[in-house]
């Protein structure tokens, strides 16, 4: 049996004084290949909508993101983004209510000079590179994410429960 999870962003840190954000770099669609496709049950050289993010918090970059979701099923999706500048009410307007994280695989990686620019970090400093499955309620496969982060401005809780977040 797989476990699924849900992102959970803590109320408290919501509330200090870590504002978050995120910058549209880039929308369209494009073919991927090899473990994109895979990781969305898709063929080489099946089209996806293409998502590219800087996140920040207090105004300083702290992640890279690039984000795919089959084409097919999302269709105008990059508008809807663009719009909304959330992936929950994006998927909401196509139908998607509910959705869980499928699998998180984190390791470090050397970023590139546009990435390591768009952190205002050396490209000399490695990153976190995370690449996670978000999935549907039925399991499918819905958006695929590539995010870097600046290593030495964020820290990953993975599993357990967040301080400040209540127990349902």
Known sequence: ??????????????????APSHTLLGVGERAIYGKVAAALK?????????????????NVSISVAKTYLPAGRFAGFGEVYRKTMSMTAALKKFGVLDYFRGVTRCT???????????LGQPATVPVLLLES????????????????????????VIG???EGVARS
């Open 1 to 18: 049996m797989t476990s699924t999870a849900r992102c959970v962003i803590d109320d408290d840190w919501l509330k200090s004084t870590n």
């Open 42 to 58: 898709m063929r080489d050289g099946d089209i996806a909508v293409f998502l590219h993010l800087v996140g920040e918090a207090d």
């Open 133 to 156: 499955v978000d999935i549907d309620t039925s399991s499918r496969p819905i958006v695929y994410h590539e995010t870097l982060y600046a290593g030495e401005r964020v820290q990953l």
């Open 108 to 118: 470090t990686h050397m970023p590139s000079k546009a990435d390591a620019r768009h």
């Open 160 to 162: 357990g429960q967040p």
